[in-house]
């Protein structure tokens, strides 16, 4: 059985950084890319961040280019997301997602597992 469980959220202050983990369990790791997409209250689930399976092709959504830094770890079956310069518009549930295609893909059809989410909350 696959499990995939975010943490590092939580609320912090614009301009703040946070450090999302996600650990995954029952696949082989390796093999998928991973990524993090993000939904805000009443908006749909978008891509932020995603990184291949050998950690070699990274790919950002414009808005936080720059910003944020996706990162895997295949010996600890973890995948990060460094998060700096926060704004309020960040504000979110950050959800991490695995693709066994393997290579990085922008939408949510493109990846086969899920993990339940994290909050994260940016004050003016």
């Known amino acids: 059985q696959v499990q995939m469980v975010e943490s590092g959220g939580g609320l912090v202050q614009a301009g703040g950084s946070l450090r999302l983990s996600c650990a995954a369990s029952g696949l082989t790791f390796s093999s998928y890319a991973m990524a993090w997409f993000r939904q805000a209250p009443g908006k749909e689930r978008e891509f932020v961040g995603g990184i291949s399976w050998s950690g070699s092709n990274t790919a950002y959504a414009d808005s936080v280019k720059g910003r944020f830094t996706i990162s895997r770890d295949n010996a600890k079956n973890t995948v990060y997301l460094q998060m700096n310069s926060l704004k309020p518009e960040d504000t979110a549930v950050y959800y991490c997602?695995?693709?066994?295609?393997?290579?990085?893909?922008?939408?949510?059809?493109?990846?086969?597992?899920w993990g339940q989410g994290t909050q994260v909350t940016v004050s003016s």
């Open positions: 997602a695995a693709a066994e295609l393997g290579r990085v893909g922008l939408r949510t059809d493109e990846y086969d597992y």
